[in-house]
């Protein structure tokens, strides 16, 4: 984010703290916020969550169905438990969505609220194939602002600050991403869903000129793979996402020099009309993500079913 036009405001380089970064952004009223505490709390959920869920993996779990196709396990429940109770301590004051707790009955643009999927990618839980995550994204005034998604079965965990920085986090140490340039459409990698690929991608593909594609669960982690450069594209055209799938992996992308939107190029707000993504995702490098959305503009109203 530029302060360099905001009067009286200074651009202030980034700090570092504890392994976290202290990156400042303007508010409406002009004034600086610190993240730090929100980015410790945050991971250190997402952590204690993992650890929770990798117990459960290792066990003889059961598995229920909120609906047809949408499984739901201990390892769900008990998450979401103790993420909401951590962000509750900490932040009394900051409204908190989560998948698996009672949803509020009037959403808020205005103000904190925290996004939370305790576990994205069921389905490649239930399956053991490792490719799930923690997520929890914090939008303020109805924008992603802060991610991070941790995926246990690696020890991987990306964090970033919406259009300032991404990094990932191993048992090696800390790498900070940012996103391929590369625009040529047949040099692209679509990334999709490895249990529910969507049947409207083949059109897609065809519309942009894409020829590469690899699968993979959990949306933090496709998010995860474009920014450290194994793919450039995920796109979901229907409307099968919820704002906890898509809060985290937006700030994250933003943060690593991407670009997150509906299918119509329009950002995705928080907290306004509905919580599912009602016209889609794209998130892309951000080098192609204008050749992308144009290539569809075609056939939105066809792909959204």
């Given at each position: 984010?530029d302060f360099?036009?905001?009067?009286g405001?200074?651009q ?7 392994g976290l970064?202290?990156?400042h952004?303007k508010?409406e009223?002009?004034?600086m ?12 959920l997402a952590?204690?969550?993992g650890?929770?869920?990798m117990?459960i ?12 196709s949408d499984p ?8 979401n438990?103790?993420?909401v ?13 989560a998948?698996e707790?009672?949803?509020p ?6 103000g ?5 999927d305790p576990?994205?990618g069921?389905?490649?839980?239930i399956?053991?194939?490792g490719?799930?995550s923690v997520?929890?994204g ?8 802060l991610?991070v998604?941790y ?8 964090a970033?600050l919406?259009?300032q ?11 900070e ?5 590369i625009?040529?459409?047949d040099?692209?990698t679509l ?5 529910h690929?969507?049947?409207?991608l083949?059109?897609v593909?065809n519309?942009?000129?894409?020829t590469?594609e690899f699968?993979?669960?959990s949306?933090g982690?496709?998010i995860g793979a474009?920014?450290r450069?194994d793919?450039?594209v995920?796109?979901?055209p ?9 809060c985290?992996p937006?700030?994250i992308?933003?943060g ?5 939107s509906?299918?119509y190029g329009k950002?995705?707000l928080y907290g306004?009309d ?9 998130a892309?490098?951000?080098a ?8 569809i503009?075609?056939i939105t109203e066809?792909?959204?079913?």
């Open positions: 984010m360099s036009s905001a009067p405001i200074h202030r380089e980034i700090r570092m703290y504890l970064l202290l990156v952004i508010t009223r002009g004034m916020k610190d993240f730090s505490k929100e980015l410790t709390i945050a991971t250190r952590r204690e969550a650890a929770l869920i117990k993996y290792t066990s003889n779990f059961s598995v229920s169905y909120k609906g047809p739901v396990t201990e390892a769900d429940q008990l998450a438990a103790l993420i109770e951590g962000l509750r301590e900490e932040f009394p004051q900051d409204g908190i969505v998948e707790s009672p949803q009955a009037n959403l808020s643009p205005t904190k609220v925290w996004y939370v576990l994205d069921t389905k490649e839980f399956n053991k194939n490719e799930f997520m929890i914090l939008a303020i005034d109805g924008h992603a602002e991610g998604v995926r246990p079965a690696q020890d991987i965990l990306y970033g919406s259009n920085n991404t990094w990932m986090e191993t048992p090696s140490g800390r790498t991403l940012k996103a391929s340039t625009e040529q459409p040099s692209l990334i999709v869903s490895r249990s690929r969507n049947p409207h083949d059109k593909k519309q942009i000129g894409l590469k699968p993979c669960g949306v982690l496709k474009i920014a450069h793919a450039d995920y796109i979901e229907g409307p099968y996402t919820s704002l906890w799938d898509a985290a937006d700030a992308m933003k690593a020099g991407g670009q997150f509906d299918i950002p995705i306004y509905t919580l599912k993504n009602t016209k889609g995702l794209v892309t490098n951000g192609c993500h204008d050749h992308v959305i144009q290539s503009s075609s066809q792909i959204r079913s």
